[in-house]
Structures are given as structure tokens and as C-alpha cells.
């Protein structure tokens, strides 16, 4: 007889998942067992956290969800950090965890909680596998996972259920819903408010590039000559040396974004995900359309929604596409001398080696093709408005969750599902703190890839926020005065850098290593100061 450990890695074979990421316990042994017999990598992880990241990267990279797992109590508790990231990130994951078997619900018991509770809300559906409905559960949560918006679906696994025998099964499972054509009435209200227009502006977000219209998107902005706005996780659907491009909201500078933006008279939303920035909180005082998967999520009281145009998002931006060339006031040669300023103000400041210079020289060193998975902090605001990325998906962050620890967990995870392309990672001195037990998995993995910590001993972000209140510098220090490079983490080689030469020359001594490096840049964090937390009005 198959047992019910035996048909769930069939089940996620079939789906063609190749990583299970995870910590295990000792009712997982009989699953991992099932995942090795199909050739699925198990992948032990420091910290559950970490599997959760793992899992999202490999969803949004690959379109088939990533697996993740957690055992009783606080493995699955350590789980929830990385499946929240993928619920407001929208990537399709399967978490699994163990639970008490039914005998044992409500009961008191050693690492016992309620776990469909706690995922319930960090999730699309939480639910329980059980002997009789083993393929259909898991092909209903993949179906899932993957209809818009994806997310995350959690299956608990009772603690007894692996070794059972799983019952054969007979059932009918719907195809993936398909979005609905917007109805007639809404492209004809797009078309009238569009062309009514003197300004208008598109706001790319999140959603776009999960739908690919970047074709779309260029054609609209260069038939008619309008800027583009993009949120920082729509990075890479318009070139940045493009003569409509705008900027990066949110990030760094984002108020001379805000001097183009803040001129509109109709905002036009494409694919524009909220999780990352409401409306509300860059918007002027102008009408808006929303053009999404989704309806709009806005304040009605404070702005008017024109109109919105939800279901497939192709029909409306190619009815904008080929309207007549719209005859507007917006002045290109303005906004190209507010872009150079912009990019100008990031350059690196002779004789200084902080952030800027340091972004600036990995960029010249990492591949066009190269992935770059960022941490949260400083130096993503920076990165998210500086860092020149030639398509979607080749820089990769958080921004709807915005956890700290995601770039190392990331990096690994880009690297296993695109071993060809080169790979790095940056990550402040926090989130490296957080995540710093994955060094051992990268080496243990052999992964090539370079992780680049920027060293500035403080919690800089946070640090900004409180000299923005007047507030005395507390609770943001992560080093003592004696802080010296370590040689190695878990193995893993540290190169230290404390100028631009020696950091590139680093840099370059990393990408040939056939294995993880850590190059730890000494930088000056003085700059972020100038640059970040400026505002989107």
C-alpha cells in the first residue's frame, strides 16, 4: 500500500517542485524519506523563517509554488514569518506543518497550538490533510495559491498521518478560474477620462509584472509621450534611461519623483498593488483609474475613483495603446532634467565610500543577467531608486511584507531555481545578524553566490526616523566600539572592503570563487541622511 508520506511527494513531483525547505521533526522523517525516493531536495535551513522566504522566491521565480515546512508549535511559529512575506508579496506557497493528531485537539500537550489559527490569517486557506483526500487537497491548495492574487495556502499534517495507508481517490477538480474581459461600459470610460486628460500619468505597480505588460506599458507611454511611475517592486518595466521614466516612489529621493507625479491631473493605475503604497499616500488631488486583476482599494472620501477596469488587464492598456496620439502638456525635457538630478544626486562623492559608490561599483561588476536580492533597511531605499535593473525579476525584494532577513534566504533560494545566472545578495549588518545561520546552508550547499554586507554598525534606517522626531539615538547600536571583521561565518570567507579599490577589487575576487563570499564594505552611512525618508508629496 501507498503510504499517505508516499503519495504527498508523488502529488508535489507531479506538480514539479524540485525544494522542500524546512527543519525536521521526527514525524517529517517518514516525508523526507518520500521527497528523496522522487528526487525532491530537502533543504535544511538555520532557521524556519528562512524556509518561508525560501519558498516565496522559488514561487515567484518558477510559477509553480514553493514548498516549505515546519514542525509543532514554534517551528511552524518561526514558519509564519516567511508565508506573511509571501501572502503580501502575492506568491504561491504550500506550508506545510505538523500537527497533533485529532485525539489530541484541545487537549494540553507539549508544543500544542492551535496552528489553523495561527495561519489563518498569514494565508489564502488554511486546511488538514488526511489519508482520504491526499492529491485533491494538495492540487486544491496548488490551485490556489496560483489564482490571483497568489499566496499562500497552509495544510496541517497530523502527527500519525505519514505512515498511513493513503486511500485511492476519485474526484473532479475545476480548472483555474480565468479572469473576466472588462465589460464595454468600463474600456469606454477608461478611453473618455484618458483622452480628456492634459496630464495624465501611469503608476506601474506589483501586479504588472506578475501579469507581463511590459510591452503594454511602453507603448502607452511612448505613443503618447507621458511619464511612468513605478512602485519598488515593479522595478525593471521601464528602463531608467527611458525619456517618460519618472522614477521609483517610496525610495530614496522620492520627492523629487513626487515634482513629476504631483503635476498630474488623472492618475492611471496599472497592476498597482496597494500592499506596497496606498494611493492615498503619494496621490494629488486628482481623479483616478485603476486598472488591475483587483478592485481599487481607496479612500472615497478623499479622492475620486473615475473609473476601474478589473478582470484581464491586456484589453485596457492595448485600448490605450492604440488611441490617436494624445495631444498633452506634459514637458519630457523637464522631467528628463529632474531625472538627471535625481541620478546625479546618487552619484559617489569623491574621497567618501558609503552606500552610493557601493552600489554604484556592484552594479558595474554584476552581470546585466545577474539576480540581485536586496535585505530591508537604508540601503533598499537606495537601491530601489539607484540600482539600474534590465528586467523584471532580476532585482528581487520585499516590500509588501518588508521583513527583515529576506535577502540571504532569497539569494540561496534565486540561485537554486536559476543556477546559471549569477546571483548576489545585499544586506545591512541587521538583517545579517538575523539570517547570518544561512552562511552554513550556502556552504553547505556550494552555491556561488556573493553576499555583500553593508557595514555601518547601526540600525541606520531607524536612526533617520528618530532624528526626524528630534528623538536621541536609542536602541539602534549593533556593535561595540572593538568590532573587528571576522575571517569566516560557518565557512563562508569574509573579504572586507573599506574603500571603493579595495571593495572593487573584493567584489571581483568573489564572483570567481566557486563558492558563497561575504564581502563586508566598511561604509559611510552619512549619506542616506541626504537621500531617503523624503516623502511622496
Known amino acids: 500500500m501507498t503510504t499517505v508520506a508516499e503519495k504527498w511527494a508523488h502529488v508535489l513531483n507531479d506538480l514539479g517542485v524540485k525544494f522542500v525547505f524546512g527543519n525536521p521533526s521526527g514525524p517529517w522523517m517518514v516525508y523526507m524519506e518520500a521527497l528523496r525516493s522522487k528526487e525532491i531536495e530537502f533543504v535544511l535551513v538555520s532557521n524556519e523563517a528562512s524556509a518561508g522566504f525560501m519558498a516565496d522566491v522559488c514561487g515567484r521565480i518558477t510559477g509553480i509554488p514553493g514548498v516549505c515546512y515546519g514542525t509543532f508549535g514554534p517551528g511552524a511559529t518561526n514558519l509564519t514569518t516567511g508565508v506573511g512575506g509571501a501572502l503580501l508579496d502575492r506568491s504561491p506557497v504550500l506550508a506545510f506543518t505538523h500537527e497533533v493528531p485529532e485525539s489530541m485537539r484541545g487537549r494540553t500537550t507539549q508544543m500544542g497550538i492551535d496552528h489553523q489559527a495561527l495561519f489563518r490569517p498569514l494565508t489564502k486557506l488554511t486546511t488538514r490533510l488526511d489519508a482520504d483526500h491526499v492529491e485533491e487537497t494538495i492540487l486544491r491548495a496548488k490551485r490556489l495559491a496560483l489564482s490571483e492574487q497568489p ?3 497552509h495544510i496541517g499534517l497530523p502527527a500519525n498521518l505519514g505512515p498511513m495507508s493513503a486511500t485511492d481517490e476519485s474526484f473532479a ?16 470610460k477608461l478611453v473618455a477620462a484618458f483622452s480628456q486628460a492634459h496630464k495624465p500619468l501611469l503608476a506601474v505597480g506589483r501586479s504588472a509584472v506578475r501579469w507581463d505588460v511590459q510591452s503594454l506599458v511602453l507603448k502607452i507611454i511612448e505613443q503618447h509621450d507621458i511619464p511612468v511611475v513605478l512602485t519598488p517592486m515593479a522595478k525593471g518595466m521601464v528602463p531608467e534611461d527611458h525619456p517618460s521614466y519618472a522614477g521609483v516612489m517610496f525610495h530614496a529621493l ?7 507625479h504631483g503635476q498630474a491631473d488623472l492618475i492611471v493605475g496599472v497592476g498597482y498593488d496597494p500592499v506596497e503604497l496606498n494611493y ?15 478592485p481599487a482599494d481607496l479612500d472615497k472620501k478623499r479622492f475620486r475613483l473615475e473609473c476601474e477596469v478589473v478582470g484581464e488587464m491586456c484589453p485596457a492598456l492595448q485600448r490605450l495603446a492604440e488611441l490617436p496620439t494624445l495631444a498633452n502638456e506634459w514637458d519630457l525635457d523637464a522631467l528628463a532634467q529632474r531625472r538627471q538630478q535625481m541620478f546625479e544626486r546618487m552619484t559617489p562623492r569623491n574621497g567618501r565610500f558609503g552606500p552610493t559608490a557601493a552600489v554604484t561599483i556592484l552594479r558595474e561588476v554584476l552581470p546585466d543577467d545577474g539576480v540581485l536580492t536586496c535585505d530591508v533597511g537604508a540601503h533598499l531605499h537606495l537601491i530601489g531608486q539607484l540600482w539600474r535593473t534590465p528586467d523584471p525579476g532580476l532585482l528581487l525584494m520585499t516590500n509588501g511584507w518588508s521583513s527583515m532577513g529576506f535577502g540571504i534566504p532569497a539569494a540561496i533560494a534565486a540561485k537554486l531555481c536559476l543556477p546559471e545566472q549569477p546571483v548576489a545578495c545585499v544586506v545591512g549588518d541587521g538583517g545579517f545578524l538575523m539570517m547570518v545561520g544561512e552562511m552554513a546552508t550556502a556552504k553547505r550547499l556550494g552555491l556561488p553566490i ?31 566600539d ?12 569574509v573579504i572586507p572592503a573599506i574603500d571603493a579599490d579595495s571593495y572593487r577589487e573584493a567584489l571581483r575576487e568573489a564572483f570567481a570563487a566557486d563558492g558563497p563570499v561575504i564581502v563586508e564594505a566598511f561604509v559611510d552611512p552619512a549619506e542616506y541622511r541626504e537621500l531617503v525618508l523624503k516623502g511622496d508629496k
Open 151 to 153: 499566496g499562500p495556502v
Open 173 to 188: 477538480l475545476e480548472s483555474l478560474p480565468q479572469l473576466d474581459s472588462p465589460p464595454a461600459a468600463s474600456l469606454a
Open 254 to 260: 522620492s520627492n523629487l519623483v513626487a515634482e513629476t
Open 280 to 294: 492615498e499616500d503619494w496621490m494629488p488631488d486628482v481623479p483616478l483609474v485603476h486598472i488591475d486583476t483587483m
Open 450 to 480: 556573493v553576499f555583500v554586507l553593508f557595514t555601518d554598525h547601526e540600525l541606520t534606517l531607524i536612526r533617520i526616523k528618530q532624528e526626524l522626531k528630534v528623538l536621541p539615538a536609542y536602541g539602534t547600536s549593533l556593535h561595540t
Open 482 to 493: 572593538d568590532y573587528d571583521s571576522a575571517k569566516t561565518f560557518f565557512g563562508v570567507p
